[in-house]
Nanobody, 118 residues
Framework: QVQLQESGPGLVKPSQTLSLTCTVS??????????WSWVRQPPGKGLEWMGA???????YYIQSLQSRTSISWDTAKNQISLQLSSVTPEDTAVYYC??????????WGQGTQVTVSS
């Protein structure tokens, strides 16, 4: 059973870069046809898909965040990473990583709260 665990700082200052890691266990991130997404949920709002990386390393981003978002992986550590630059308080959210196939995200991490504040 694949499991995902997000980690990273809970507090980031405005204008800094938010960096999160998703550690995957129970399966390889390069397993054929798997994809790995980052999704966030601001307080009082719905889920927002941010981007994904495929089992081949192809990257996809939502257009509204593309200029500030970078998703990468470390296959040796079986980890997916998210970097979001120039953060503002509007980037305060619970951040999730999720596994899927064919753009259906079926396994999610528990999420990690990130607050942007000075």
């Amino acid at each position: 059973q694949v499991q995902l665990q997000e980690s990273g700082p809970g507090l980031v200052k405005p204008s800094q870069t938010l960096s999160l890691t998703c550690t995957v266990s129970g399966g390889s991130i390069t397993t054929r046809y798997y994809g790995w997404s980052w999704v966030r949920q601001p307080p009082g709002k719905g889920l927002e898909w941010m981007g994904a990386i495929s089992y081949e390393g192809r990257k996809y981003y939502i257009q509204s965040l593309q200029s500030r978002t970078s998703i990468s992986w470390d296959t040796a550590k079986n980890q997916i990473s998210l970097q979001l630059s120039s953060v503002t308080p509007e980037d305060t959210a619970v951040y999730y990583c999720a596994k899927g196939a064919n753009w259906v995200w079926d396994i999610w991490g528990q999420g990690t709260q990130v607050t942007v504040s000075s």
